[in-house]
Structures are given as structure tokens and as C-alpha cells.
């Protein structure tokens, strides 16, 4: 179920062909040196069509103790896999995000800049998803663990900026992590087509949403910034104090 090793030596993309986008956060280097440990947190989108033998993968393959479901109950309704992940003792967690704003909402056509925009406020809405992953992450006996959304892309892809954040990745990094979605979102475009009809747009829409470019996180990480003057105190404002942070890193840093 893997892809080719992905360049600069780091893990290789997990193929499932029911869970798009799902890759492993480790092998990125801080900007002290060290490296985030691999085989420990997974990025993914939806689990919505997730398969028992795929299940199994989590399980036994990557030893996926727990996935944390960043969808709203609304979207997850009758397609529920939290009873096929305990049936191979993986723990389902769903920590919505509610993550669009009224201006996002009125655009056909969203652009990179839209994405960015939504991104900072979603930041708001992220806070106890956050935490959530962070604590699991910091206290090492729910790990490995996964979180996703739909794509895997938008909520997934602020959680993942702001743990890589937390780990002290440079934003480069950060941005070409958010990139990468875009072939991985590609590879399942026939795969992703009941996206279209639940968003009531357009396939070809759709498939233009895949697109992913490092300019929309490091505009991103701008606002950050720019609203709360560091991540340090937006973790703060999430109840991540310096102390989770430091466990965090000594669980996830070799």
C-alpha cells in the first residue's frame, strides 16, 4: 500500500485506495537539527469509504492507535467508520472543526489567497481539535495516531501547519507539506467525485480545489502571526501550555 520513497529521503506516501491523501509527518527536519520521528503521526483525508482489509493496515501495519475525525457529525451522518476502526482497536475521536467563514462560503471560484484568508479564521474553531492531538501526541500512550477531514486538505492542513509549528519545522517545510496535497489529491480525483455532489458544485470544480501551493500556507502562517504574534501564544490560547509543548517534543524529536 506505498508509493515510491518520496524525495529527501522521507517516509513514502501510504496508497489506500479508499483514504485519500494520508502520509506520514516524520522525517521533517527542525530548524535545531533534529528530525520528527517517523511512524508516529499520520495526516489523511476521510475514512468515509474505508476498507476492513484497509483497517487492518492502520492497525497492524502502522499500529494506528487512535484517528481523530476533524469532520462535523453532519458530515460524517450514515458513513461512519468508528465501529470498523474498534473492531481492529483503533480509537476513534471526532474533534470537528467548523472552519468556514460567511466570505468563503459566497465564492464559486475560491483562490489561493481565499484559502489563506479562511485559514486564519479558522484558527478560532481549531483550538480544541488542537489540543486534542497535541495532548495525545504529548502524553505518547496514544500513539501512532492519524487525523483528517475530507481531503484532507483544508482542516487537515491547519492542523498539521500548526503541530509542525509546535515542533519548531521551518515554514518552508511547513508550506511543502501543504503542497504536497495536491498530487495525492489527484491520484483519487475518480475516487472523490460524491465530494462535488455534497459541496453542490461542479466535478471540474472540484478537481481545481485540489490544487495546493506553498504560497497559501506561508500566506497563512503570516496571519498567524500577524493575529497572534506568535504560535507560542496561540497554542497558549489553546490551552497548550510550554510545558505540553516540551513533552511533545521529546515524544515526536530524535
Not at 134 to 152: I, K, M, R, W, Y
Not at 189 to 206: N, Q, V
Not at 225 to 238: I, Q
Amino acid at each position: 500500500m506505498n508509493d515510491a520513497p518520496r524525495p529527501s529521503g522521507r517516509p513514502p506516501h501510504l496508497h489506500l485506495e479508499s483514504v485519500p491523501n494520508m502520509r506520514d509527518l516524520g522525517g521533517y527536519r527542525t530548524r535545531d537539527g533534529r528530525s520528527v520521528r517517523c511512524g508516529m503521526v499520520y495526516r489523511a483525508g476521510s475514512l468515509r469509504h474505508l476498507q476492513p482489509g484497509e483497517a487492518e493496515f492502520l492497525a497492524r501495519t502502522l499500529s494506528l492507535r487512535a484517528f481523530y475525525d476533524l469532520r462535523t457529525p453532519g458530515e460524517i451522518g450514515a458513513e461512519d467508520r468508528s465501529a470498523l476502526l474498534a473492531a481492529v482497536g483503533v480509537r476513534w475521536v471526532n474533534a470537528p472543526i467548523e472552519g468556514l467563514s460567511p466570505e468563503f462560503l459566497r465564492l464559486e471560484r475560491p483562490e489561493w489567497e481565499d484559502y489563506a484568508s479562511n485559514y486564519v479564521y479558522m484558527l478560532a474553531a481549531a483550538r480544541t481539535a488542537l489540543h486534542a492531538v497535541v495532548s495525545a501526541l504529548a502524553a505518547g500512550d496514544g500513539t501512532p495516531l492519524s487525523f483528517g477531514c475530507s481531503l484532507g486538505k483544508d482542516r487537515t492542513g491547519v492542523v498539521a501547519a500548526l503541530l509542525l509549528k509546535a515542533l519548531d519545522v521551518p515554514d518552508e517545510t511547513i508550506a511543502a507539506d501543504y503542497a504536497e496535497t495536491a498530487c495525492c489529491l489527484t491520484r483519487h480525483a475518480a475516487r472523490l467525485s460524491w465530494l462535488a455532489a455534497d459541496k453542490g458544485i461542479a466535478e471540474d470544480e472540484l478537481s481545481r480545489r485540489f490544487r495546493t501551493q506553498a504560497s497559501t500556507i506561508e500566506r497563512f502562517l503570516a496571519g498567524l502571526a500577524r493575529e497572534h504574534g506568535d504560535a507560542g501564544a496561540y497554542l497558549r490560547s489553546a490551552g497548550i501550555s510550554e510545558q505540553m509543548v516540551h513533552r511533545l517534543r521529546e515524544q515526536l524529536l530524535e
